[in-house]
Nanobody
Framework: QVQLVESGGGLVQPGGSLRLSCAAS????????MGWYRQAPGKQRELVAK???????EYAESVKGRFTASRDNAKNTVTLQMNSLKPEDTAVYYC?????????????WGQGTQVTVSS
């Protein structure tokens, strides 16, 4: 089992910045990806960014150039630096870890942290 603890959400004005952090603990091995998803009210959960194998990063088109995801393999953490925030970025953000071992993939989720972008 992998436990995820998130921090860093909150209220910010449009154009502002926030930094989310996620720390993983437990059976940390064979981690394929660490990243972030978000879910706005009435919408499906969507990928924001993920770091694969510690060096390849994928971003949603809507956040490219504004958000940066980074992973520290030694500390088992993943962060999301969010700049130039827009009201449409308002959502609950979830840390996500995919672990692949023995041909099986296990997906873990954090509890979610609220990000609200509003003036």
């Amino acid at each position: 089992q992998v436990q995820l603890v998130e921090s860093g959400g909150g209220l910010v004005q449009p154009g502002g910045s926030l930094r989310l952090s996620c720390a993983a603990s437990g059976s940390i091995f064979s981690i394929y990806s660490m990243g972030w998803y978000r879910q706005a009210p009435g919408k499906q959960r969507e990928l924001v960014a993920k770091v694969i194998r510690g060096f390849s990063t994928e971003y949603a088109e809507s956040v490219k150039g504004r958000f940066t995801a980074s992973r520290d393999n030694a500390k088992n953490t993943v962060t999301l630096q969010m700049n130039s925030l827009k009201p449409e970025d308002t959502a609950v953000y979830y840390c996500n870890v995919v672990q692949v071992a023995g041909g099986k993939a296990n997906t873990y989720w954090g509890q979610g942290t609220q990000v609200t972008v509003s003036s």
